[in-house]
């Protein structure tokens, strides 16, 4: 009888861990579909995945953080491609996302001319005011203006001869206002509801470059998003003596934004965060993962190591600094206690049309996942945040 329940609870564990397997490469190849359109500026692809993602939260139980709407709305500007993205070289037309990206603060143009060589990777095209920039990477972004020049990068590769006649017709449309929202949501504690453990990750990425190319954004940051969605669906189902709040950040590619959003204009009091976690850049990790504020909240660093080495879950937790590199960053200068989780090896594809579902190895997902479970029990038997040693 003890032989067959231990190969009982063997067997539920592997089957958790592969529904939990399943619903992480399902909700990465949800979030990186053209219907979200890289959860950005055009085709309403940023809009459609706040509606996704409230969605998810209200079927595992989360509640809304203010009581009443998952979605805190705000906006700001932002200069867009929704349209004409057609640039032709010499001749020959390139692919966009494969062989150029335009600036993302260009202004839309139409037109033929001659490209003047400037230096070894620079040409211009003064009639139409175009600049041909060749790139080692091609890497994309947000910008919030609209220069008077259209700035063209061209990959390297892409080269067959040195550019000297460009023709070009493409669109783009600044939004000075542009609408958004965070998705906010809660799972009430069951014995200290005003102790806040924190889990946050931004949902929204580059868009669209043109009406038929896109940015999937698998890694960054389908994949925190996941991870987070992951913890919400188990603590919404498991309810904790401390409250487990849930924040979706938009804004983030365009500067923090969101994040920058919620700490001015908190839907729960900010001293009342007992530590928050945020997940970003979560879709590899076979080299291991970074943590960033390991070193301003050392005690807390050295507890997240133990419980790794007692779990073996992963094969190194690397310490960092303080950084403004994502949206823990805001909090950190309110003063909550938090720390920047990012994934460490395998593929390189950043901010450009290759970070695919496909191709996301997901290699320390539920090690992840299992990691971030027992740290948060840990800070729940503790009755006060530990600060800073310094």
């Avoid at 309403?44 to 939260?57: C, M, R, Y």
Wanted: charged letters at 20%; hydrophobic letters at 40%.
């Amino acid at each position: 009888m003890k032989y067959k329940l231990i190969l009982l609870l063997l067997l539920t564990a592997n089957c958790t861990l592969a529904q939990d397997s399943l619903f992480a490469r399902k909700m990465v190849d949800t979030l990186t579909s053209p219907y979200f359109w890289g959860r950005g500026y055009t085709k309403d692809g940023v809009h459609h995945a706040a509606v996704f993602l409230a969605a998810q939260f209200k079927l595992y139980g989360v509640k809304p953080m203010d009581g009443k709407n998952y979605q805190q709305e705000f906006s700001y500007p932002v200069n867009t491609f929704p349209g004409k993205m057609k640039v032709v070289i010499n001749g020959a037309e390139l692919k966009p996302g494969i062989d150029y990206i335009v600036s993302p603060d260009s202004k839309g143009v139409t037109g033929t001319g001659k490209l003047e060589q400037v230096d070894s990777t620079h040409f211009v095209d003064k009639e139409n005011r175009v600049v041909l920039s060749l790139e080692d990477k091609l890497t994309w972004s947000v910008e919030g203006k609209a220069l008077d020049y259209t700035l063209i990068q061209m990959d390297k590769k892409s080269v067959k001869q040195t550019p000297s006649a460009i023709q070009i017709d493409m669109e783009n449309q600044l939004i000075p206002d542009f609408k958004t929202a965070n998705i906010c949501g809660m799972v009430k504690g069951t014995s200290k509801p005003d102790s806040v453990l924190v889990i946050t990750a931004h949902y929204d990425h580059l868009g669209g470059m043109g009406s038929n190319t896109y940015f999937p954004g698998a890694n960054d940051n389908a994949s925190g998003v996941t991870q987070l969605l992951s913890l919400a669906r188990y603590y919404g189902a498991h309810p904790q003596r401390y409250s487990m709040a849930f924040i979706c950040f938009s804004g983030e590619e365009a500067g923090l934004l969101g994040s920058k959003y919620f700490t001015d204009n908190p839907l729960i009091p900010l001293k009342n965060i007992r530590f928050l976690i945020n997940l970003d850049l979560d879709g590899t990790g076979i080299e291991g993962i970074t943590v960033v504020n390991a070193t301003v909240y050392p005690n807390e660093f050295a507890a997240l190591k133990q419980i790794n080495s007692l779990g073996n879950y992963l094969v190194k937790v690397n310490p960092r600094g303080k950084a403004a590199n994502s949206d823990h960053y805001y909090f950190t200068e309110k003063g909550v206690p938090a720390f920047f989780i990012y994934t460490l090896g395998g593929i390189k594809a950043y901010h450009d049309v290759f970070d695919i579902s496909k191709t996301l190895p997901l290699t320390e997902y539920a090690d992840l996942f299992k990691l971030i479970l027992k740290f948060n029990s840990s800070l729940m038997t503790k009755q006060r945040p530990i600060l800073s040693a310094n």
